[in-house]
């Protein structure tokens, strides 16, 4: 393991332990808010929904050009600009005192998002030899979910249900992360992939790049019903606990149920992996979406907390299946001067993330925190709506397949 470390670019490694630490902090803060604005600002269900959904909204509207516009311009001007951005959003948060600037800072945070998210995950794409890419993703994945193991616990204990000191802490995290970042660009600037300097598509030409391959159109539809499905646990779930009358300590569970999530993603990830790179991903994100939308029926069925846990497993298996995949799969079929494109349109598909927190608050609102069932069974269908999409998806990708053996056999 020492060995392949050592063959991984300086700057993914410093990428991956980047996202570690943003993820520890964010996680203390983030997956608080539903309860913050529930518990202290007193706002209905519904109020909390959109102003926890505008985040992944902001991500959705502009998550294309952070892509194109780094393949473009560079990764490292995107990045630096988003890091030191998102940075000063986190103090705004710690400042608000009013629901419209919550409203405001969160939209913000969705936009520093979606701008540095696709450009990093590109940018690793670029610095990083084929045979290593799988290691690298998973790695990055893997650090998302360690700094989530004790970020909800921190942030439990911080008091992050009720105080918004925990954001100050974010933001001076991400400022440190942007200028180890600077210091890295200027320090390996010379092994990095340079702009693509020829006259650059109109928006419209640069989006049918995408939409004209049909196994990724396919697939973006179909994953925008699974992150329909998996944006329900930090929005719908949290509200869910906190308002039920039949659970006691509701914000406390819900953090455990954060950790156990993170912790269950480190301890299945490499046998997952190993597993599913035999296969096609997408058969990864079929599996993976039947996994989330089941989950959710359990989450409404269930009675005790062993239940509760016993569908955060299941659930976590499912999240390992559809993202620990996607950014192999993207990087398989896009070309790589349109990787940042690829990347940047894919993240079209947290329009799931955007219905999820709406959608589940109005259920709560019209039936009632205490009628589990009424509430988590709509969301699990709406979650298996998916799956034709991807099934669909896995038959362009066979079809695909077999017209290229026929070509090179004509060859």
């Not at 991984?8 to 996680?27: E, K, Y």
């Not at 004209?212 to 998996?230: A, N, P």
């Not at 509760?308 to 398989?332: A, K, N, P, Q």
Request: aromatic residues 12%; charged residues 10%; hydrophobic residues 50%.
């Amino acid at each position: 393991m020492k060995q392949l470390l050592r063959q991984i670019h300086p700057l993914a490694l410093t990428i991956i332990i980047g996202t570690m630490f943003g993820r520890l902090v964010t996680s203390m803060s983030i997956p608080f808010l539903s309860i913050y604005l529930t518990r202290v600002l007193e706002a209905s269900p519904t109020e909390t929904g959109l102003t926890v959904a505008v985040s992944s909204l902001a991500g959705v509207l502009i998550s294309f050009y952070g892509g194109y516009i780094s393949d473009r311009i560079g990764r490292p001007i995107v990045m630096l600009v988003s890091v030191f951005s998102w940075a000063g959003v986190f103090f705004i948060f710690s400042s608000a005192q009013h629901l419209w600037v919550f409203f405001i800072a969160n939209t913000l945070n969705g936009l520093c998002r979606a701008f540095f998210e696709p450009t990093s995950r590109a940018l690793l794409s670029d610095i990083t030899p084929s045979r290593h890419k799988l290691l690298v993703f998973n790695l990055r994945y893997a650090a998302i979910n360690l700094g989530v193991v004790f970020g909800p616990i921190i942030g439990l204990y911080l008091g992050s249900a009720e105080s918004t000191f925990p954001f100050i802490i974010a933001g001076m995290v991400y400022v440190m992360y942007g200028l180890v970042l600077l210091l890295q660009f200027s320090i390996r600037h010379t092994d990095l992939p340079r702009p693509v300097n020829t006259l650059a598509p109109s928006l419209r030409t640069a989006l049918s790049t995408t939409t004209r391959d049909r196994v990724f159109l396919m697939v973006l539809i179909g994953t925008t019903f699974c992150e329909l499905g998996y944006g329900h646990f930090g929005s719908t779930l949290a509200q869910y606990l906190t308002l039920n009358p039949n659970i006691e300590n509701g914000s406390q569970i819900f953090s455990y149920m954060f950790s156990l999530n993170a912790m269950t993603v480190l301890l299945v990830q490499y046998p997952i992996v190993r597993t599913a790179r035999h296969y096609s991903p997408i058969a990864s994100l079929i599996l993976g979406n039947i996994l989330i939308a089941g989950s959710l029926l359990l989450f409404g069925w269930a009675d005790g907390l062993v239940v509760l846990f016993i569908s955060v497993i299941l659930f976590t298996i499912g999240e390992v299946l559809l993202f620990t995949m996607m950014d192999l799969f993207i990087d398989r079929i896009a070309k790589p001067e349109n990787k940042g494109i690829y990347f940047g349109t894919i993240g079209f598909n947290h329009l799931g993330s955007v219905i999820a927190p709406v959608f589940g608050g109005l259920l709560l609102g019209h039936f009632g925190a205490a009628n589990g069932v009424s509430v988590f069974a709509p969301l699990a269908l709406a979650t298996a709506l998916g799956l034709p999409f991807l099934w669909k998806a896995r038959q362009h990708e066979i079809s695909r397949k077999r017209q290229e053996k026929v070509f090179q056999a004509s060859a």
